[in-house]
Nanobody, 123 residues
Framework: QVQLVESGGGLVQAGGSLRISCVTSARTFSTWAMGWFRQAPGKEREFVAAITWSEGRTYYTDSVKGRFTISKDNAKNLVYLQMNGLKPEDTAVYYC????????????????WGQGTQVTVSS
């Protein structure tokens, strides 16, 4: 199993910015992508963003387009999610994930999960 560790969550006011990070283990497949899901209490876990290791192609859910940016550092096995213009509805536990891309659905198919990092946006 791929080991994923998130960091950088916290409390921020609406309109603010936050960057969260995820580092992978050495067993990360070179053909896999990495990305983020989030889950608020009482809601289903939803896809947020992903990026492929080789091409750097990005994928975003519609609700975060124009506000969130996913990026990577291949040498450090690291992915970032820069979150700007945060809204209270962005409040959730954000989970790092690794796996292949489903091209038809433009989403990441999780093979491994991190433990999650809490992001809270106050109004």
């Amino acid at each position: 199993q791929v080991q994923l560790v998130e960091s950088g969550g916290g409390l921020v006011q609406a309109g603010g910015s936050l960057r969260i990070s995820c580092v992978t283990s050495a067993r990360t497949f070179s053909t896999w992508a990495m990305g983020w899901f989030r889950q608020a209490p009482g809601k289903e876990r939803e896809f947020v963003a992903a990026i492929t290791w080789s091409e750097g192609r990005t994928y975003y859910t519609d609700s975060v387009k124009g506000r969130f940016t996913i990026s990577k550092d291949n040498a450090k096995n690291l992915v970032y999610l820069q979150m700007n213009g945060l809204k209270p509805e962005d409040t959730a536990v954000y989970y790092c994930a690794a796996g292949p891309i489903n091209g038809a659905r433009a989403t990441l198919v999780p093979g491994s999960w991190g433990q999650g990092t809490q992001v809270t946006v106050s109004s």
